[in-house]
């Protein structure tokens, strides 16, 4: 019930100073985790970024439909990080 409705930003960070820099909620039975700090933020994704890369399985569309290839939808491995390496040279 605590959700914000409007001014996210000044909600969030509100909730920073409340709970501390992780704060942790579910809305729907959707998990959200909220970053409420520049440290947090780096400590997670810069040093444990290997952590939290792969993104969840899309079973209609990567299995059933066969797009699991297109880098949008594949998961985490070598084939991923060769699709990313070449995305990158080619829109930088």
Same mark, same amino acid.
């Given at each position: 019930?605590? /959700?914000?409705? *409007?001014?996210?930003?000044?909600?969030?960070?509100?909730? #920073? $100073?409340? =709970? &501390?820099?992780?704060?942790?909620? *579910? %809305? +729907? &039975?959707?998990?959200?985790? %909220?970053?409420?700090?520049? $440290?947090? +933020?780096? $400590?997670?994704?810069?040093?444990?970024? *290997? !952590? =939290? @890369?792969?993104?969840?399985?899309? @079973? /209609? !569309?990567? $299995?059933? %439909? &066969?797009? #699991? =290839?297109?880098?949008?939808?594949?998961?985490? #491995?070598? &084939?991923?990080?060769?699709?990313? !390496?070449?995305?990158?040279? +080619?829109?930088?």
């Amino acid at each position: 019930l605590d /959700m914000p409705k *409007s001014k996210f930003a000044l909600a969030w960070s509100k909730f #920073g $100073e409340k =709970y &501390g820099p992780l704060t942790w909620l *579910s %809305v +729907a &039975g959707q998990p959200f985790l %909220v970053l409420n700090s520049i $440290e947090a +933020a780096k $400590e997670l994704l810069d040093t444990r970024g *290997s !952590t =939290y @890369v792969d993104r969840p399985r899309f @079973v /209609m !569309t990567s $299995e059933l %439909v &066969g797009l #699991g =290839y297109i880098t949008p939808f594949s998961r985490s #491995g070598p &084939g991923w990080r060769k699709q990313r !390496t070449l995305l990158k040279h +080619a829109l930088s």
